[in-house]
């Protein structure tokens, strides 16, 4: 196919950009070997997003949902929870998928 110039197509369509949206990938994911999981007690947390800041897998939401298959288990997270809502707690095999 031959290839169009930048310009042909900005006549036809107004303009040309890219376009990139974030997603979540396959580099990341943490596979089996994680010993530790961070465990969300809700009824203690103050929404203070301490936890989604310092999280440095960038895997706890700002809803503090905290996605386990990106998870390390490194305890940052409930090291830094000032209202202790955060438990670190032995995976049992296969429990989060
Ligand atoms: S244990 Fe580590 S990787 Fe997992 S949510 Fe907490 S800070 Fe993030
Ligand atoms: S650091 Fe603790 S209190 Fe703050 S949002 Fe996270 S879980 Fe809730």
Redesign the pocket.
């Known amino acids: 196919m031959p290839k169009r110039k930048k310009k042909e197509i900005e006549e036809e369509i107004g303009f040309v950009t890219t376009l990139s949206v974030p997603s979540e990938g396959s580099v990341g994911l943490t596979g089996s070997w994680r010993i ?3 465990v969300l007690d809700e009824g203690r947390c103050n929404k203070c997003l301490l ?1 989604w800041i ?4 960038a ?2 939401t700002k809803d503090i949902v ?1 996605n386990y298959d ?9 090291e830094e929870c000032p209202s202790k809502a ?1 438990a ?1 707690r032995k995976e049992e095999k296969n429990e989060t998928g």
């Open positions: 530790f999981i961070p936890c310092y999280c440095p897998e895997c706890i905290i990106y998870c390390k288990g490194c305890g940052i997270c409930a955060i670190m």
